[in-house]
């Protein structure tokens, strides 16, 4: 079946040190969202990017939209403690309506 | 907006007993979801909504969960009988083509 995949499952970095989380789908994508989740939280989302080689950006962070679309990116510059969550890619396809993926996530902890 | 409004927040039952979730979508999103999610993972889809028609609920344990969206508004959630397994954040979310999805707060059940 279809499947996300994110790497890597968890990162530990210095507060200031750059992360990076790849998002892999099986399966060419309509779109991709990205959400953050708090520990104790739920997942809220960030962005949507919907063309192929798409960036955007937000602040500190970055994500990208492959050729392919078949993958996808989110940066951040610096982190910051206040980065500290759950990062989930999430993946569309449409056949009809859509239907939305989620990745396996990744795991940031920031240290002070 | 209110966002997605879900309770109860917490729930501590007894395995056997039934359980029972409700969720408020956003004013207007015809999609609505509920997915579950364990400690360390990623949410899983147990059912999606459009208006009031289950058109996605293969990974729902039919055996004992069951939903209903009478009026495409609001959505119930029950488990009957629970079990320990079972123990897990329910979470609600509603979509839009552009903000992806809103979730709820979620409710954290425990079952004992």
């Known amino acids: 079946g279809q499947q996300v995949m994110q790497i890597p499952q968890y990162q530990h970095v210095q507060e200031g040190e750059d992360f990076t989380t790849y998002c892999n789908s099986s399966?060419?994508?309509?779109?991709i969202q990205w959400y953050k989740q708090r520990p104790g939280g739920h997942p809220v989302f960030l962005i949507q990017l919907v063309k192929s080689g798409e960036v955007k950006k937000q602040k500190r962070l970055t994500f990208q939209f492959g050729e392919a679309k078949k993958n996808s990116s989110l940066h951040i510059t610096a982190t910051q403690t206040t980065d500290v969550g759950t990062y989930f890619c999430v993946g569309a396809l449409r056949s009809g309506t859509y239907k939305y993926i989620f990745g396996t996530g990744t795991r940031l902890k920031v240290l002070a | 907006e209110a966002g997605v409004v879900q309770s109860p927040r917490y729930k501590i039952i007894e395995k056997k007993q039934p359980v029972a979730f409700w969720c408020n979508p956003i004013?207007?999103?015809?999609?609505l979801y509920w997915y579950r999610q364990n400690l360390g993972q990623g949410p899983e889809l147990l059912i999606r909504?459009?208006?009031?028609?289950?058109?996605?609920d293969s990974q729902l344990p039919k055996d004992r969960f069951s939903a209903e969206r009478l009026k495409g508004v609001d959505s119930t959630l029950k488990i009957q009988p629970a079990e320990l397994g079972d123990s897990a954040v329910y979470l609600c979310?509603?979509?839009?083509?552009?903000?992806?999805?809103?979730f709820g707060s979620g409710t954290r059940l425990t079952v004992v």
């Open positions: 979310a509603s979509s839009s083509p552009l903000y992806g999805y809103t």
């Open positions: 004013s207007g999103h015809n999609t």
């Open positions: 399966t060419t994508l309509s779109n």
């Open positions: 909504y459009e208006n009031e028609e289950a058109v996605d």
